[in-house]
């Protein structure tokens, strides 16, 4: 209803929120025990996927400025929601040369 009234306003909130979610992107790795040792004979341990690596990221909630949360998803799942955000970032430009003027 609002952006009935106020149409760039409404277009700026949503780039603004958008970009909240690209700069949340620095990552704050969660702390990993440290690699047991091999011993010897034994065989070596297996290769480890890196995409499968939890990264844990602490937000800033939207509408308060004082309240974060902790979000934790491996880095195959931080790289896919990355990508779609940036999708959706290039569908809103892409749409936005068909907006009237005036």
Known sequence: ?????????????????????????????????????????????????????MICKTEEVIGSRLNTQRVCMTAREWKDQADDTRQAIERMQQGQGNVPSG
Do not use: I
């Not at 949503?14 to 704050?28: E, Q, T």
């Open 1 to 53: 209803m609002l952006s009935r009234y106020f149409p760039m306003e409404m277009k700026m909130l949503k780039y603004a929120s958008l970009a909240v979610l690209l700069a949340a992107a620095a990552p704050v790795v969660a702390q990993t025990a440290p690699p047991a040792q091999a011993q010897p004979g034994a065989a070596p341990a297996s290769k480890v996927d890196p995409l499968n690596k």
